[in-house]
T-cell receptor, first 117, second 110 residues
Framework: EAQVTQNPRYLITVTGKKLTVTCSQN?????MSWYRQDPGLGLRQIYY???????DKGDVPEGYKVSRKEKRNFPLILESPSPNQTSLYFCASSFRGTSGRELGEQYFGPGTRLTVT | EDQVTQSPEALRLQEGESSSLNCSYT??????LFWYRQDPGKGPEFLFTLYSAGEEKEKERLKATLTKKESFLHITAPKPEDSATYLC???????????FGEGTQLTVNP
């Protein structure tokens, strides 16, 4: 079954304790992305990756890191989480279009609800 | 500044009562406009991609259209199972970022 998986699904942590949220896709997609969703602010892109070893900032990258060492995996790292990073996080993946720039339909993971106290 | 604005924020319809959702955008060059559906507690689910003004796409009771400044998602004879939040997103020609609107929460009453 084609899918994007995220782990953990729920996480409660304390300020400053480093954490990693994993994301994996089994569709051989080139493009992967992380979003956060907050009430009243909608979905905002954190980082995206066009392919292995190629990552770029989205609209809200501060406080986050990513890496893309393998095509299927795109972990999100919070080196020193703060309460303002409490949010619902989604990973997504898609193919790139024939020109290499268009995005195909994105498949989203089930979400990770993070609470930082 | 790039902006994507969806209206209305919330919409209540009776089953069978057709309506439209709006997504207006201001970006410096549009590469693609996407519509997604999101059910509570789940990730968004892809509906349509539109690339150029005048383009239309249909899927069951949904039809998406695109002009140079906005997109409409028309819902014909909706059913309760169409209740969800509908999101639109734009990709600019200058990059691979996606900017989402805040969504329209649709409720269809039986």
């Amino acid at each position: 079954e084609a899918q994007v998986t995220q782990n953990p699904r729920y996480l409660i942590t304390v300020t400053g304790k480093k954490l990693t949220v994993t994301c994996s896709q089994n569709m051989n997609h080139e493009y992967m992305s992380w979003y956060r969703q907050d009430p009243g602010l909608g979905l905002r892109q954190i980082y995206y990756s066009m392919n292995v070893e190629v990552t770029d900032k989205g609209d809200v990258p501060e406080g986050y890191k990513v890496s893309r060492k393998e095509k299927r995996n795109f972990p999100l790292i919070l080196e020193s989480p703060s309460p303002n990073q409490t949010s619902l996080y989604f990973c997504a993946s898609s193919f790139r279009g024939t020109s290499g720039r268009e995005l195909g339909e994105q498949y989203f993971g089930p979400g990770t609800r993070l609470t930082v106290t | 500044e790039d902006q994507v604005t969806q209206s209305p924020e919330a919409l209540r319809l009776q089953e069978g009562e057709s309506s439209s959702l709006n997504c207006s955008y201001t970006v410096s060059g549009l590469r693609g406009l996407f519509w997604y559906r999101q059910d509570p507690g789940k990730g968004p689910e892809f509906l349509f991609t539109l690339y150029s003004a005048g383009e239309e796409k249909e899927k069951e009771r949904l039809k998406a259209t695109l002009t140079k400044k906005e997109s409409f998602l028309h819902i014909t004879a909706p059913k309760p199972e169409d209740s969800a939040t509908y999101l639109c997103a734009v990709q600019k020609t200058s990059g691979s970022r996606l900017t989402f609107g805040e969504g329209t929460q649709l409720t269809v009453n039986p």
